[in-house]
């Protein structure tokens, strides 16, 4: 349990570096643009506060019946009322969840739009969705990007969904082992996969994080591929479920 205890502390605090930046937003700056089209920051948190209360659904309900009505028409929805009760309602599914999470008995899988997952890899899903979409709401107010060692759980999401990211691009997923080596915030060095592995990526975490939820092209990030599986897998990388987003190249 220790492993999830810690995934809840970070997507807590994730939670809260978000909420601290929309929280004294007036009318104006909840309804300002942000790079997804048509979405504004109210609707980022309405997406966060939609799929946190279906992750509640999916860890404790048996056999749970998920929201069907489209990512868009959820964050419309969510975003058409006042921002105060969109703040209270986002809150309130983040609490929801972190408590639903920590009661989840070990070794269940819990059902998503996806495979089923354990409590730890829907933290961690969870962890990854309230950053990149957090990147989406600083991004729009012109402040920094969320930078700190709670990207481990994100980066080592994008390092797993390798194989994923090819198959959403029509392409057979790849035998070859790729070594990660990623500098993240603190300067800790984080690594996956071979030591002696031919193919390898490099760079800082952050960069690596943005790159796996597409929100910076490829072409603006300090990244480094050797290697063809490597450097195709940098063009293609994903960690989120659908369909590849517009971020998907470039």
Do not use: I, N
Request: charged share 15%; aromatic share 6%.
């Amino acid at each position: 349990m220790a492993l999830l205890d810690g995934l809840l502390a970070d997507l807590e605090a994730e939670g809260a570096a978000l909420d601290a930046v929309v929280a004294g937003l007036d009318d104006a700056g909840w309804a300002t643009p942000t790079p997804a089209a048509g979405w504004t920051v109210a609707h980022q948190v309405a997406h966060l506060a939609w799929t946190d209360e279906a992750s509640v659904l999916a860890a404790t309900v048996p056999a749970p019946v998920l929201p069907d009505e489209s990512v868009d028409a959820a964050a419309a929805a969510g975003a058409a009322g006042p921002p105060a009760e969109l703040l209270a309602r986002w809150r309130a599914s983040r609490a929801a969840l972190a408590q639903a999470l920590a009661a989840v008995r070990a070794g269940a899988k819990l059902p998503w739009y996806g495979p089923p997952m354990g409590a730890a890899s829907m933290a961690t899903a969870r962890l990854m969705e309230t950053w990149a979409h957090g990147v989406d709401v600083t991004d729009a107010l012109g402040l920094p990007v969320s930078a700190t060692d709670r990207l481990r759980a994100v980066a080592h999401l994008g390092v797993v969904t390798r194989g994923f990211a090819f198959g959403q691009h029509g392409l057979p997923a790849p035998v070859e082992d790729v070594r990660v080596e990623l500098v993240a915030p603190s300067g800790a060095v984080w690594t996956w996969g071979e030591a002696s592995a031919a193919d390898r990526v490099t760079g800082p975490a952050l960069d690596f994080c943005l790159r796996a939820t597409q929100r910076r092209p490829r072409s603006a990030l300090a990244l480094t591929a050797t290697g063809p599986v490597a450097d195709r897998w940098l063009d293609v990388a994903q960690a989120f479920a659908g369909a590849p987003g517009a971020g998907s190249h470039g």
